[in-house]
C-alpha cells in the first residue's frame, strides 16, 4: 500500500507541477480557441484525478478484498539494493556525457566499456582491456566512418 | 503480362537486383541500430542514386526502406530496443522470448512475418493503388484526429492489471508529446529555455530510455543470466503448427498494416501497435500475451512491414511523403526528374514497373539476409552479461547521439531511464506512455485544426463519415475491454471465494 501511495503521490506531484507551468504558458495572437494551454491544463487534470483514484484504491481495496500487500519474492534484490546499482550505471553514463566533449568519443567509449564491465563484475584484465578498445573501435568504425557521424572528438578539435 | 516480361528484362538488363540487395542489407543494419532511423538510412544513401539510372536509384531507396523497417525489430527483440519507433510493440513479448531463452524463434518469427507482410503489402501496392489512393485523399484532420484516438483506445486493453495505471501511463506520454512549440500557434511550451526542446522530444529517445536504459539500470542488480544452450542461440522458423497458430494475426497486421500505410503520417507504428491489440483480442492464447507470445511478435512484425510497402502509394500517387523516409523517397524520384501523380504510371511505366519488381527481390532478400546475419546477432547477445551491457550501453550514447548529434540528447535518455526504472517499480505499464508520446501530437494538432475548421463546433468530427467510424470504432475498442475485464474481475472474485470456501 505504501509503494502506491507514493505512486499516487509522485503522480499528484508531477500533476500539480505540470498544471503549474502550463498555466503560464503565454497565448500568441495567432492562437486557436482552445489556445496552447488548452490541452495541457486538461491533461494535468486527468493525471491528478487518476492518482486520487489510485489513491483511494490503494487505501480501500485492502479493506474491502482483505488482501495482504504483495511481497518481495526470494532472490528478488531489495528495493535499496537496486536503486544502488542502477544510481551506478546512471552515474556512467552521466560521466560519459560530461567526459566525451573533452576526450573525444573513441578513448570515452574505451572507459564505458571498461568501466560498465568493471562494475558488472569483470576483472581488470589484458581481455578487458582488449575487448574495450576492440568494441570502441569496432563503434568508431560503424558510427564515424561508415555512417559518418560526427562523434565528439579529442579536445573537441 | 506485358509488365511482367518488363520487370523480367530488368532484372536481368539493369542492377536492379544489386540496389535491391545491397539496400535491404544496408537498411537492416540501419535500422538495428537505435538511432538511426530509417529516414537517416536512405538519407545517407541518396547521395549514391545521383549517378543511378532512374529505376535502380528509387530502388535502393525503397529497398533501404524496407530492411529499416524490418532492421528495427532485431535489438527490439534481443536487447530490449527498439530501433525503430514501429518496433516498439514487438519489445513487449520478443523481448520475453529472448529472456526465456527463445531469442532465436522470436527471430524466426519477426523475419518469416516481415516477409510475409512485405510481400502482401507489395501486392496491395501493385493491385490497389488506385482505390487506396482514394482512401488516401479523404482523410482529413478530423479523421487523423479520430485515427489518434482509436490508438489511444487500446491502452484500455494495453493496461495490464490496472487500467488506473495504464491510464496514468499514458496521460503521461500525452504530456510529454507537448514538449516543444505549440502545433498551432508556435509557442513554445515545457521547453525551459532549453533550444533543444523547441522541436519536442522524439518517441524513440523515449522509448530507448523506457525500454533500455531502465533495464540496463534494473539488471545491475539482478544475478547472471542463465547460460544459454546452443540450440536455443539458434534461428528457428516457425514449424507447421505454430505457423498456423499464426496465421490469424498475420492477416490482422496485414490488413491493419494496408489500411495505415496508405495514410500519409500514420506510419508503422499506429499500426503494429494496433494489430498487436487486435492479435491479443482474437487470440486464444490472450494469457500469453506479454509473457513471450509468438503471435505478439507475428502480428506487429506483419504490419510494419506491410507498411513499407503501402506507404508508397500516397507518395507515388499524388507526391505527399507521410514520413521523413517517404519524403527522402520523394526526394529520389524528383531528383530523377520523375513527378509523382498518375501520369507517373503512364509517362515513366519502365520506373514504376521497376519499383515494384525492385521491392518484391527486395523482400525475398531480406529472408536470405536475415539467415545470414540474425545467427551472429543471437551469438553476440550471448557473451558475459557484463560485457554485453556495456557494449549495450555504448550502443545506446551511440545510436542516441546520431539522431540529432546531441549529447542533451543522451542525458535526457539517461534521464527517461530513471523514470523507467520508477514507472516498473510503481508497475506502471511502459506502453500507454510510448502511444501517449507517439499519438500525442497527431491527435492536439489535427484537434485543434478541426475546431479552427468549424469555428470551435465539435459536432465536425460527427458530421465526418470517417471520423465517425473511427470514434465509433474507439468507442467499442474501449468497451469491449472493460467488459473484458469486468468479467475475469468477476470471474477472479468467484473462483477466490470458491478457495475459500473449501478451506
Not at chain 1, 16 to 38: C, F, K, N, W
Not at chain 2, 61 to 77: D, F, H, N, Q, R
Not at chain 2, 223 to 228: N, S
Request: proline share 5%.
Amino acid at each position: 500500500m505504501v509503494r502506491q501511495l507514493t505512486c499516487s503521490a509522485i503522480l499528484l506531484l508531477i500533476a500539480a507541477g505540470y498544471y503549474s507551468v502550463a498555466s503560464q504558458i503565454t497565448r500568441s495572437a495567432l492562437a486557436d480557441e482552445i489556445g496552447p494551454a488548452g490541452l495541457p491544463v486538461v491533461y494535468a487534470l486527468v493525471l491528478a484525478t487518476v492518482a486520487l483514484a489510485l489513491a483511494a484504491k490503494a487505501v480501500f481495496r485492502p479493506l474491502l478484498l482483505r488482501t495482504a500487500d504483495a511481497t518481495a519474492s526470494a532472490g528478488e534484490p531489495t528495493l535499496g539494493f537496486l536503486l544502488r546499482r542502477a544510481g551506478g550505471v546512471f552515474a556512467i553514463g552521466v560521466g560519459y556525457v560530461l567526459i566525451v566533449p573533452l576526450t573525444g568519443y573513441f578513448l570515452t567509449l574505451i572507459m564505458v566499456i571498461a568501466a560498465m564491465a568493471l562494475y558488472q563484475g569483470e576483472r581488470i584484465s589484458a581481455r578487458l582491456a582488449t575487448i574495450a578498445v576492440a568494441g570502441a573501435a569496432s563503434f568508431w568504425l560503424l558510427f564515424v566512418q561508415l555512417l559518418g557521424i560526427p562523434m565528439p572528438s579529442l579536445w573537441g578539435a | 503480362m506485358e509488365s511482367l516480361l518488363l520487370g523480367l528484362t530488368l532484372l536481368v538488363t539493369t542492377p536492379l537486383v544489386l540496389a535491391a540487395v545491397g539496400g535491404v542489407s544496408w537498411g537492416v543494419l540501419g535500422g538495428a541500430l537505435p538511432g538511426i532511423s530509417p529516414s537517416i538510412t536512405m538519407a545517407l544513401v541518396l547521395p549514391l542514386t545521383y549517378g543511378m539510372e532512374p529505376g535502380s536509384a528509387i530502388v535502393l531507396l525503397a529497398a533501404t526502406y524496407v530492411g529499416a523497417e524490418y532492421g528495427g525489430s532485431i535489438p527490439a527483440i534481443l536487447i530490449n530496443t527498439p530501433g525503430t519507433n514501429a518496433a516498439a510493440a514487438t519489445v513487449l513479448d520478443g523481448y520475453a522470448m529472448q529472456r526465456q531463452g527463445r531469442g532465436g524463434e522470436a527471430l524466426g518469427i519477426s523475419l518469416y512475418s516481415g516477409v510475409l507482410g512485405g510481400l502482401f503489402g507489395l501486392t496491395m501496392l501493385v493491385v490497389l493503388t488506385e482505390p487506396l489512393a482514394r482512401v488516401a485523399l479523404a482523410f482529413t484532420p478530423m479523421a487523423y484526429f479520430a485515427l489518434g484516438i482509436l490508438g489511444l483506445s487500446i491502452i484500455a486493453s494495453l493496461s495490464g492489471e490496472s487500467l488506473l495505471k495504464g491510464l496514468a501511463s499514458g496521460v503521461l506520454g500525452l504530456m510529454v508529446a507537448t514538449v516543444g512549440s505549440d502545433p498551432v500557434s508556435g509557442v513554445p511550451r515545457f521547453v525551459f529555455g532549453r533550444p533543444e526542446l523547441l522541436d519536442g522530444i522524439a518517441p524513440i529517445l523515449i522509448m530507448v530510455g523506457l525500454f533500455a536504459v531502465s533495464e540496463l539500470y534494473q539488471q545491475a542488480s539482478a544475478a547472471e543470466w542463465r547460460k544459454t544452450a546452443g540450440a536455443e542461440t539458434r534461428l528457428r522458423f516457425p514449424d507447421g503448427a505454430l505457423r498456423r497458430r499464426l496465421i490469424k494475426p498475420q492477416i490482422l497486421g496485414a490488413t491493419i498494416g494496408t489500411l495505415e500505410g496508405v495514410m500519409p503520417g500514420a506510419g508503422g507504428t499506429i499500426a503494429s501497435f494496433m494489430s498487436y491489440n487486435e492479435a491479443r483480442r482474437w487470440s486464444r492464447h490472450k494469457e500469453e500475451f506479454g509473457h513471450g507470445s509468438p503471435e505478439g511478435v507475428a502480428a506487429p512484425e506483419t504490419a510494419n512491414n506491410t507498411v513499407a510497402a503501402t506507404a508508397l502509394v500516397p507518395v507515388l500517387s499524388f507526391g505527399i511523403p507521410g514520413s521523413n523516409s517517404a519524403a527522402i523517397l520523394l526526394g529520389g524520384l524528383l531528383v530523377h526528374g520523375l513527378i509523382p501523380g498518375p501520369r507517373l504510371f503512364e509517362e515513366n511505366a519502365d520506373v514504376v514497373v521497376a519499383l515494384y519488381t525492385g521491392l518484391f527481390v527486395a523482400n525475398l532478400s531480406l529472408l536470405f539476409i536475415g539467415l545470414l546475419i540474425l545467427p551472429v546477432c543471437l551469438w553476440l547477445v550471448n557473451r558475459p552479461k557484463a560485457y554485453l551491457m556495456a557494449f549495450i550501453y555504448a550502443l545506446i550514447f551511440s545510436g542516441v547521439y546520431s539522431i540529432d548529434h546531441s549529447l542533451f540528447d543522451v542525458a535526457l535518455v539517461l534521464v527517461v531511464g530513471v523514470a523507467g526504472v520508477f514507472m516498473r517499480l510503481a508497475g506502471l505499464p511502459m506502453l500507454p506512455a510510448v502511444l501517449g508520446v507517439v499519438l500525442g501530437y497527431m491527435i492536439e494538432s489535427n484537434y485543434r485544426r478541426s475546431l479552427v475548421l468549424s469555428g470551435g463546433d465539435h459536432g465536425i468530427f460527427i458530421e465526418d463519415a470517417i471520423a465517425l467510424g473511427l470514434l465509433s470504432t474507439a468507442m467499442l475498442f474501449i468497451a469491449g475491454s472493460l467488459t473484458t475485464r469486468a468479467y475475469l474481475f468477476v470471474r477472479r472474485r468467484r473462483r477466490q471465494s470458491e478457495r475459500a470456501a473449501d478451506g
